[in-house]
């Protein structure tokens, strides 16, 4: 190829000697800048594989004269932050949560930990504000299944509904259709009644007829009035809130299949200051009790 | 190397008394070409208006740049007496009598806005200017040329000890040379940690070795970049390294000042004998000391050029020429390019600065400078900022009322701890209180203290009852009064009802 190189008229530099489809090359130098750069990254490379971890092995790679490893480094610095956590930690895992709260400097340090606890482990369902998602309960409203206050929050913390845990929060609603339980036109006709107790049905004669269909099926649990359980974590049938959605045809597939969501218990998760801290974090959301 | 003749070879006189320069401008427009080594440039030493003019310039500069860190401003106790002062541990800026928070970045914004505005002004006037007198990059070189000058010579001393042996003579000016240079490097350096630190305190622990690691770490980078950009690099860094050059061209027109040859008065050129007529060509003698003298390597007889950065050292050292000859002055001067046209057409040269350009850039100028004051004077001492929860973006409760959640974060300026009430207006109806506070409080009254210099953050609940949930966004005011004086500040927000439209 480079038989092939020729000075070119305009610059007064040679051609690289290559050709492509009729366009050459000058052979410019390449900038001293970059060059001595070039150089300096070469030189750098030789230092680095002598000081850091650079070239794999069969079974092991060359670990270098600083013995820098990235996951030592990680737990150096999980150890340091939880040391550095102790004496918080051990506050918040001592004092109750109506004592976090009263304490506005516990309560802010709790507020702080909660709101990452919760973006790693609970915003999955519940959403980063915990907004909520359908299944999936809005813990920023003033509707709690299995009750708002600290305790009852702390509690479903630690022992999930249900979960796996011995002593979770349980409760099962039939599936009424899937089951054969009910016929599907007295799914249709429960369906109605439940919007007529939130004002939304259009056909009194079905509320009529489902009326003691209620009674038999779902008082025991929801009310006579349909106003929810809370040792059953029923909900409140009444109000405006909709965990699954409130049109007529998500209510008859509520009816049909059930629902029963699962929350899973963090206790062994989660260590005592972080449950304590979820729990005073979730209740300032804005619907504690 | 190529390095330049030194002037006395070949020895011709260009005129009486006056010695000629063989001397070719390193970055002239024939000479240039892409990929070659840098040519060292040797500028001459000149005498007269513009040089005094740099000398008060950048002794004015310098002088600001070392004394301001150590300027005292008494602000009480608990806070840094030092007069200017980026303090970055507390997130401060304090200048004098201001005390700028983070969140105040605009100031700063408007400060460089208003800054560009004035070189924009400035360039459109006057052309490079800032360039040849004020950069730092021309104050700092000159100095480190002064430098070169006081220990190893003028230009031709220079050249010469360049090509002379390494003799120990040689070293010993090159050492003592380049230990300034790097003296003078620290110096700086040093001079800008001391805007970020308390400077005397700074000073000491920098000796004692106390000082903060990363302290150090500035001073060293600083002091790289000054030896090597005003030692080394000069005027390449304004040639192929600095943006302006090429941005500036932009806010120049024929209008604006820039050192220029007058070529008409000058050519033809040469070397003029004593007693011979002037008559039939050019009163420049081609002695080359402007070429020698310019700290840019260019030759300012071929015309404007990019290299050029207006210093006007070229004109001193014409001037000096002109007075030995004993011709007039001024065939290199500050001037025009409509002035060259209007001699050409048999006009009386003139400089206008009234036009449309430098009065909009004045303008403009003016509206940025006049707003900034505005909002500086009119500071309130709370502030507050309102920030709506997005995630959810409002909450239906059981009863079908919509609530939505504000944090708003109340920054205290003053020097004492206030007590202040936070309200939300314009949403009727509204039932307002505030998210983990105490469950007895009254709706409506949230009351809270914050302490003197600092931001207190609290969480508000708004409720409104479905009925009045008419549109999907309804406008909404949070204010926030200060309980002891009265002063309220208010935040404009919005609030949304999920409803459709």
Redo the contacts between chains.
Sequence with gaps: MSKNREKDDVSGVETTGHEWDGIRELDNPLPRWWLYIFYATVVWSIGYWVVMPAWPLVNDYTRGVLGHSQRLDVDAAIASLKEGRSALGEKLAKATPQEIEADPELQQAALAWGRSAFGDNCATCHGGGGGGNVGYPNLNDDIWLWGGTLDDIRHTLKVGIRSTHPETRLSAMPAYGRDELLEPGQIRDLAEYVLNLSGKSTDAEAVARAAPLFVDNCAACHGEDGKGLREFGSPNLTDADWLYGGDKDTIIETITNARNGVMPTWEGRLDAPTINALAVYVHSLGGGE | MNVQAPDRAPATHAAEGVLRSDVQAVNSANRRT??K?REPIYPKAVHGTFRKVKWAVMTALLAIYYIVPFLRWDRGIGKPDQAVLVDLDRTRFYFFWIELWPQEVYFIAGLLIAGALALFLFTALFGRVWCGYACPQTVWTDLYIAVEHWIEGDRNQRIRLTKEPWTAKKVAKRVSKHTVWLLIAVATGGAWVLYFYDAPTFVVEFFTGEAPFMGYVFVGILTFTTYSLAGFMREQVCTYMCPWPRIQAAMVDSESISVTYLKARGEPRGPHKKGSSWDGRGDCIDCNQCVAACPMGIDIRDGDQLECINCGLCIDACDEVMDKIDRPRGLIAYDSHENVARRRAGKAPRFRFLRTRTMFYAVVLGAVGTAMLIALLSRAPIDLNVIR?????F??????DI?N?YTVKVMNRTDAAMQVKVDVLGLPGAVVRE??GPADAPAGDILISVNADEIRSV?V?VTIP?AAATDPSLPCTVTVTDLKTGVSTLNETAFMTGAEK
């Design positions: 892409l990929y080594a929860d997005r995630n959810p973006v909450v239906r409760l059981s009863n079908g609530r959640a998210a983990g969480r609940l479905q």
